[in-house]
């Protein structure tokens, strides 16, 4: 007869530790880097470069300096890393690039206490710290260009979402925008952020995502969804002030925050439940700045809002305890 050893839990162990779920991350947005890679360049690389090693090293100076164990090797400050490149112009100075990824680090994850205590996506502080910081830096779009492009000079232009509304506020009316084929932001051929300007390669990076069951699916849908509802209707009420539903969810930032920001599980809803209200709230708050708001772009600023409702709604549907009556 065997021995049975009787042990405290966990008793099923399982592979998909930390380190294997951002490695997923990372492999899903690898293809929305390349194609910002392709469109934009070595600028584009050298962002990404020096946004991921700045967060890593980072990351291991605070923990050292705090006399905490270093975790660098669990890949969540490199994932950090490569998230706020793809929040970022491509043509970002490099010191642009380590203020938002000390941000990120120190302000957005280590004063809570490291992975899994953030309230807020920490790219996204970064990013939004950076944009009120540095309006300029961060609004100069470089235009897409030849594949490597070693030239110094770079053309720069407005992005779908601000030609829409600097034609609004000039005219009043967005038939004075410039036209836009929609398969140019569907495949990545407009100016940006150098990680959200292709809808598709987001589109199949979030899928991939769903597949490994990363993510699951109630936020990116119910996200878009909302998004999608609520410009449909103000188009078919005045098409001449408003956009079609389809151009608001290629364009921007969506597809970038619908799959890889909205959905991190720290910062998220628990409850199924919890997730199609925070993804409804994402929505409806993204409209509102992208119609009404001083930016073009509301994206960042709706997840962030959201994530600070997070424990609110965790607790407005908490599950009963199983038996209750």
């Given at each position: 007869m065997k021995d049975i050893f009787v042990s405290s839990s966990p008793h099923i162990h399982s592979p998909e530790d930390t380190p294997w779920i951002m490695r997923q991350v990372v492999y899903a947005l690898i293809p929305g880097a390349l194609i910002?890679?392709?469109?934009?360049?070595?600028?584009?690389?050298?962002?990404?470069?020096?946004?991921?090693?700045?967060?890593?090293?980072?990351?291991?100076?605070?923990?050292?300096?705090?006399?905490?164990?270093?975790?660098?090797?669990?890949?969540?400050?490199?994932?950090?890393?490569?998230?706020?490149?793809?929040?970022?112009?491509?043509?970002?100075?490099?010191?642009?690039?380590?203020?938002?990824?000390?941000?990120?680090?120190v302000i957005g994850k280590q004063v809570y206490g490291g992975l899994g205590n953030n309230p807020f996506n920490p790219a996204l502080v970064a990013r939004v710290f950076l944009l009120i910081s540095f309006p300029v830096h961060m609004t100069t779009w470089p235009q897409p260009r030849s594949f490597f492009s070693l030239s110094a000079d770079t053309v720069t232009g407005a992005t779908p979402l601000g030609a829409l509304k600097t034609a609004i506020f000039e005219h009043g009316t967005i038939t004075a925008a410039p036209h836009l084929n929609l398969m140019d932001p569907f495949l990545g051929n407009v100016g940006g952020s150098l990680g959200e300007i292709s809808a598709l390669a987001l589109i199949l990076g979030g899928i991939y995502l769903i597949i490994r069951k990363i993510i699951n699916w109630h936020i990116p849908i119910f996200y878009i969804g909302t998004v999608a509802l609520i410009t449909g209707i103000f188009w078919l009420m005045d098409p001449n002030t408003f956009a079609d539903p389809a151009f608001?969810?290629?364009?921007?930032?969506?597809?970038?925050?619908?799959?890889?920001?909205?959905?991190?599980?720290?910062?998220?809803?628990?409850?199924?439940?919890?997730?199609?209200?925070?993804?409804?709230?994402?929505?409806?708050?993204?409209?509102?700045?992208?119609?009404?708001?001083?930016y073009p772009e509301g994206v960042s600023f709706a997840i962030l809002i959201m994530n600070a409702l997070v424990p609110l709604i965790n607790k407005a549907t908490k599950p009963g305890k199983f038996g209750a009556v």
């Amino acid at each position: 007869m065997k021995d049975i050893f009787v042990s405290s839990s966990p008793h099923i162990h399982s592979p998909e530790d930390t380190p294997w779920i951002m490695r997923q991350v990372v492999y899903a947005l690898i293809p929305g880097a390349l194609i910002g890679v392709y469109f934009f360049g070595i600028p584009a690389i050298t962002v990404i470069a020096v946004s991921v090693v700045s967060c890593v090293i980072i990351e291991a100076l605070w923990q050292k300096l705090t006399k905490k164990d270093i975790t660098v090797t669990d890949g969540s400050a490199a994932l950090t890393g490569l998230l706020l490149a793809m929040n970022l112009p491509s043509g970002s100075p490099w010191w642009l690039v380590v203020l938002g990824s000390l941000v990120a680090i120190v302000i957005g994850k280590q004063v809570y206490g490291g992975l899994g205590n953030n309230p807020f996506n920490p790219a996204l502080v970064a990013r939004v710290f950076l944009l009120i910081s540095f309006p300029v830096h961060m609004t100069t779009w470089p235009q897409p260009r030849s594949f490597f492009s070693l030239s110094a000079d770079t053309v720069t232009g407005a992005t779908p979402l601000g030609a829409l509304k600097t034609a609004i506020f000039e005219h009043g009316t967005i038939t004075a925008a410039p036209h836009l084929n929609l398969m140019d932001p569907f495949l990545g051929n407009v100016g940006g952020s150098l990680g959200e300007i292709s809808a598709l390669a987001l589109i199949l990076g979030g899928i991939y995502l769903i597949i490994r069951k990363i993510i699951n699916w109630h936020i990116p849908i119910f996200y878009i969804g909302t998004v999608a509802l609520i410009t449909g209707i103000f188009w078919l009420m005045d098409p001449n002030t408003f956009a079609d539903p389809a151009f608001h969810l290629i364009s921007g930032g969506l597809m970038l925050g619908a799959f890889f920001m909205a959905t991190d599980m720290v910062t998220s809803p628990i409850t199924n439940k919890g997730k199609i209200i925070f993804a409804i709230g994402c929505g409806v708050i993204t409209v509102v700045i992208r119609f009404w708001g001083g930016y073009p772009e509301g994206v960042s600023f709706a997840i962030l809002i959201m994530n600070a409702l997070v424990p609110l709604i965790n607790k407005a549907t908490k599950p009963g305890k199983f038996g209750a009556v």
